[in-house]
């Protein structure tokens, strides 16, 4: 079946440093989502990149939607404490129905 | 809007007993899903039901787990006997068209 990549797996950096993990996958996707998931939580959507090669920001946030359709990368600029968590790559694909994976996500922690 | 409600928040329970996990999706919205989340991991796909039709319940263990949406609102998921490997977060989310998903906060399940 679809599997998503992503990498690193975890990641510790000091506050203020930028961030950038990836996402790829075996089959292309219509859709790449990125999403944010906090202790105790569920996941919330951070990012939806819906054609290759689109460059989408949230604010210190920037997602590319790879232009192979088979990866997909978000980044973060000057992380704060806050940003904590884990990251997860989606990918969503339109048969007969809306289907999503979910990738096993990247753990962040920042170092005030 | 409120969120998609999850109940209850946690649930510990022995080996070969049975439980049920409760969950309301935003009004409106046609989708739900629930997902399990074994510690460490992405989310991965239970079932996904169209208003109160099932589209997707291909990994879903039937052999012991059970989903209904009665009226294409509320739903509830059951284990029944619950195994060791069941222990996992079981997130409920919805959508009212494709992408998109809001997330509860989760059931978080302890098999012992």
């Known amino acids: 079946g679809q599997q998503l990549n992503q990498s690193p797996q975890s990641m510790f950096i000091q506050e203020g440093e930028d961030v950038s993990m990836n996402c790829t996958s075996s089959?292309?996707?219509?859709?790449w989502l990125w999403y944010k998931q906090e202790p105790g939580e569920g996941p919330v959507l951070l990012i939806a990149?819906?054609?290759?090669?689109e460059l989408t920001s949230n604010g210190r946030l920037t997602a590319q939607f790879g232009i192979t359709r088979k990866d997909s990368f978000l980044n973060i600029s000057a992380s704060i404490p806050s940003d904590v968590g884990i990251y997860f790559c989606?990918?969503?694909?339109?048969?007969?129905?809306?289907?999503?994976?979910f990738g096993p996500g990247t753990s962040l922690s920042v170092i005030p | 809007e409120a969120g998609v409600a999850q109940s209850p928040r946690y649930k510990i329970i022995e080996k070969r007993q049975s439980v049920a996990f409760w969950c309301n999706p935003i009004s409106g919205h046609a989708t739900l899903y629930w997902y399990q989340q074994i510690l460490g991991q992405g989310p991965k796909l239970l079932i996904q039901?169209?208003?109160?039709?099932?589209?997707?319940d291909s990994q879903l263990p039937k052999d012991r787990f059970s989903a209904e949406r009665l009226k294409g609102v509320d739903s509830t998921l059951k284990i029944q006997p619950a195994k060791l490997e069941d222990s996992a977060v079981y997130l409920c989310?919805?959508?009212?068209?494709?992408?998109?998903?809001?997330f509860g906060s989760g059931t978080r399940l302890t098999v012992v």
């Open positions: 989606a990918g969503h694909e339109k048969t007969s129905y809306d289907k999503v994976i």
């Open positions: 039901f169209q208003n109160n039709g099932v589209v997707d």
């Open positions: 089959s292309i996707f219509n859709t």
């Open positions: 990149l819906y054609k290759a090669g």
């Open positions: 989310a919805s959508s009212s068209q494709g992408v998109g998903y809001t």
